[in-house]
């Protein structure tokens, strides 16, 4: 629903997503239906480092069929459709030690394999733990095992730079310019083409744009802190809308990790123009699995922030009269601008895990700006009245998603070539 008036222009994009199928599926899910014949077997299971925290975007491969594939959001992968026998696995993750495993895979069972991966080095190196270098390997895993161009933004890189927004994370991207307002990424370029020619999803889902007027999405609406990663397909595939012939851009909500999550931050400055303009941020994550086996995680988080930006113009006017040796300035024309950018949301998952291939989940995410100002013009004219004028503007702007799903793997199921 969108409406427009001349005081104030408010537009709002939601999107849903109800996936019949696949929870009918999900509600059917269980071993005997992934394993369907009583002589086929699967293979699941989870990466993670030393202390347990799990690693997106390894690579797996099963020897024997030379098959692979790459941990999902969880750390967790599967084989399904296999023969009964003894399977040698290979997980390779940069920054890691290839680690290598056997599992026996029996008739009509599920196996499981827990895979922990050391540190490459640990003899000639010293090692600092961070964030931010967990997030870049990260970034570089995710991008490798990717079937097209991909680029990859990951939360612990884009809280670890003053990102304001999505569109200042993803300016700094190879190949990615921005459009700016007021100081503000507002709309990215791909590799030089128009803003309109990228494609903007969250969760995969399209999102519409929330000004009446123009097609392109302004990511200055979704603080940074909201996403769980940032995603650039820099190639069209099948499964990407036609319309992002510049770039796809897929924000990811964030969802339970292994480990409880509780993380708050905050911070503030003050800058004495115009007889003072602050600007503050907070914000906070919380979530957690629940259950014996974890199979049910719930996440939240908000962010706030408000950014009191303001200038103090004097334009001077050079007199035509004047000459190179003396230049004379008729008037001073005086110009302030008073900005006042409110920007909030709020994004949580909820998924519930039925079998190691089968799980159901809701996410959503609500973000609002209220992009505010105010103009003062004054010209002194010396042959006649001086010229003031005031100006206004308070565009509102809101993006909303939500959508309710499932994934499954299927076994035994062939194609006719």
């Known amino acids: 629903m969108c409406s427009t008036s001349m005081a104030k ?6 999107r849903q997503r109800f996936s019949l199928l696949a929870i009918t599926m999900l509600s059917m899910a269980g071993p005997s239906v992934l394993l369907g014949q009583s002589d086929r077997c699967a293979l ?9 925290a799990i690693l997106q975007g390894a690579q797996i491969q099963l020897d024997q069929r030379g098959i692979t594939v790459s941990s999902n959001e969880k750390g967790e992968f ?36 827990d895979i922990k991966m050391e540190v490459n080095s640990t003899s000639d190196q010293v090692i600092v733990t961070s964030e931010r270098p967990h997030g870049e390997n990260e970034a570089i895993n995710r991008t490798r095992m990717a079937d097209n161009l991909l680029q990859v933004l990951p939360a612990e890189v884009i809280t670890s730079l003053p990102n304001a927004n999505v569109a200042d994370a993803l300016g700094r991207l190879p190949s990615v310019s921005l459009e700016r307002i007021e100081g503000e990424g507002v709309y990215i370029q791909v590799r030089g083409t128009e803003p309109r020619l990228t494609n903007v999803t969250i969760d995969g889902i399209t999102t519409p744009s929330p000004e009446p007027s123009v097609r392109q999405i302004r990511l200055d609406v979704i603080p940074a802190d909201l996403v769980e990663s940032v995603e650039i397909n820099k190639t069209l595939a099948p499964n990407i809308d036609g319309d992002g012939i510049g770039g796809s851009v897929n924000l990811k909500t964030k ?18 123009i115009l007889g003072g303009r602050g600007n503050d941020q907070f914000g906070g994550t919380i979530g957690h699995r629940f259950g014996a086996q974890k199979k049910l995680g719930l996440l939240f988080g908000g962010t706030y922030d408000y950014n009191g930006r303001g200038i ?11 000459t190179f040796n003396n230049v ?3 008037n001073n024309t005086i110009r302030e601008y008073r900005y006042y950018r409110n920007r909030w949301g709020f994004a949580g998952t909820a998924d519930y895990k039925l079998s190691d291939f089968s799980t159901i989940y809701l996410k959503g995410l609500y973000s609002n700006l209220q992009d505010y100002g105010d103009k003062w013009y004054y010209e002194p004219v010396a042959t006649s009245t001086p010229k003031f004028y005031t100006s206004s503007k308070r565009p509102d702007a809101s993006i909303a998603s939500y959508s309710i799903g499932g994934r499954h793997a299927l ?7």
Do not use: M, W
């Open 9 to 14: 222009a408010c537009s709002r994009g939601s």
């Open 44 to 52: 699941a299971g989870r990466v993670t480092d030393s202390s347990g």
């Open 78 to 113: 599967s084989y399904t459709n296999l023969g009964p026998g003894e399977y040698k696995i290979v997980v390779s993750y940069v920054g890691f030690a290839t680690a290598n495993t056997a599992v026996t895979c029996a008739a009509a069972e599920v196996a499981h394999v």
């Open 255 to 272: 969802t339970a990790g292994e480990f409880p999550t509780l993380s708050l931050f905050g911070n503030g400055g003050y800058n004495p």
């Open 312 to 322: 103090d113009n004097l334009q001077p006017a050079i007199d035509p009269a004047s």
């Open 328 to 330: 004379i300035y008729d």
């Open 411 to 417: 076994n035994g199921v062939t194609f006719p070539q």
